[in-house]
Structures are given as C-alpha cells and as structure tokens.
Nanobody, 115 residues
C-alpha cells in the first residue's frame, strides 16, 4: 500500500507563490515518475508537471517558466514550486506516483489564486 499526502495549498494573490509538497509512504519499491495534475471546477484534469526517476522534468505549456517540480529522494517527497500565480491556476492539485505496477493518487490540495 502506498499513500501520498499533499500539503501547501491555500489562498494566494495573483503574482504570489506557493510550494506544494507530496510525501509518499508505504510499500514503495520503485518510482518511475511523480506527476502533478490539477483540476479546476468545470474543467477536465490537466497534467501540470512530471519528474521521472532519472530526474527529467516536463511541464504543461501553461505553467512552463513559472512552475518548477523537484524531489527529495531521501524523504520520498516531490515538490511543486509555483511562482507568478494567476487566477487560472486555481484548482485542486493532485500528485500521482507511477511505477511498473500501479499508479497512486493523493487526495489533492486546493490552490486558490484571487485578489
């Protein structure tokens, strides 16, 4: 069993910053990638950022240059640093752990960007 616990969400003004954390625990035998998704009200789930086991990163065009995904392997934790936040970034942000056997989802953390 793998559990993902997300934290760091909240209310922030446009142009502000937040750092989301996703800590994985349990029977983690391998990690192919950690992925951040988000889902805004009335919209479909959107892939935001990915970091692979080898450290490669990828970003959605909408966040590229503003968001940075990183990891701390010793803590089994992935981070999403979000800068220059915009109202359209408002969503529930989810992390997902992918390995050869399954994908595991966190419960999500709300990010609200509003003046």
């Amino acid at each position: 069993q793998v559990q993902l616990v997300e934290s760091g969400g909240g209310l922030v003004q446009p142009g502000g910053s937040l750092r989301l954390s996703c800590a994985a625990s349990g029977s983690i035998f391998s990690i192919n990638a950690m992925v951040w998704y988000r889902q805004a009200p009335g919209k479909q789930r959107e892939l935001v950022a990915t970091i692979t086991n080898g450290g490669s990163t990828g970003y959605a065009d909408s966040v590229k240059g503003r968001f940075t995904v990183s990891r701390d392997n010793a803590k089994n934790t992935v981070y999403l640093q979000m800068n220059s936040l915009k109202p359209e970034d408002t969503a529930v942000y989810y992390c997902k752990l992918e390995n050869d056997w399954a994908a595991y989802w966190g419960q999500g953390t709300q990010v609200t960007v509003s003046a």
